[in-house]
């Protein structure tokens, strides 16, 4: 298994700026992902972080208004930029060991209010 | 990625068997059936995933027909700490496009 961690848990941010969510795992991991939780709604995946290479958006997230890095293969951060209150869900950082059935693992989420 | 169809909720007593249905009636040879489980305020947690032949580990079992076209999770005894969404996802198990895509689920709530 793997241990995530996400900084911060929680945030309140205004109209206009941008927060930075880092993602820590205790292993080293061959794939990174970025999720969305909003109010009352399922996850939805925003990005999958790639190592050493840009990361890869889904459709209808861009990188302009979410920034993806991955400097090494346990770190992760996911960028929120311009923040409306549209933004305001719960972020999640998850991750797919190597090798094995391919099980995913997911952080504790970090809960973004935008007001 | 197939598609899943979950019901939206479902009851069940503590101490009896939760049985959650899903069908995934358009699903690949080589898509394999996942379920996890999110508790409120959560991460999403792995529960157990199968192929074709049945599944059991220390938290459930995983029943796939055999013309996969759909699948049961049992909890056999459940629990209130069971009370979750449950999600029914497929997927194939490696390659680039892997990625876990959520439905909307079937919310358990376990009543005592």
């Known amino acids: 298994s793997a241990v995530i961690s996400q900084k911060p848990s929680r945030d309140i941010c205004q109209r206009g700026t941008s927060l930075t969510i880092q993602c820590q795992v205790d292993s080293q991991v061959t794939m990174m992902f970025w999720y969305r939780q909003q109010p009352g709604q399922s996850l939805t995946l925003i990005a999958t972080a790639n190592q050493g290479s840009e990361a890869t958006y889904e459709s209808g997230f861009v990188i302009d208004k979410f920034p993806i890095s991955r400097p090494n293969l346990t770190f992760s951060t996911l960028t929120v930029s311009n923040m409306s209150p549209e933004d305001s869900s719960i972020y999640l950082c998850?991750?797919?060991?190597?090798?094995?059935?391919?099980?995913?693992?997911f952080g504790p989420g970090t809960r973004l209010t935008v007001t | 990625d197939a598609k899943t169809t979950q019901p939206p909720s479902m009851d069940c007593a503590e101490g009896r068997a939760a049985n959650l249905p899903c069908n995934h009636s358009t699903i690949s040879g080589n898509e394999y059936v996942y379920w996890y489980r999110q508790i409120h305020s959560q991460g999403p947690q792995y529960i157990i995933h199968g192929l074709k032949n049945n599944e059991t580990n220390e938290m459930a079992s995983l029943i796939i027909t055999e013309d996969r076209k759909s699948s049961t999770l049992i909890l056999p005894h459940a629990t209130l700490r069971d009370t979750a969404v449950y999600y029914c996802i497929v997927r194939v198990a490696s390659g680039a496009t892997n990625k876990l895509i959520f439905g909307t689920g079937t919310l358990l709530a376990v009543q005592p």
């Open positions: 998850s991750v797919r060991l190597a090798g094995g059935p391919g099980e995913q693992y």
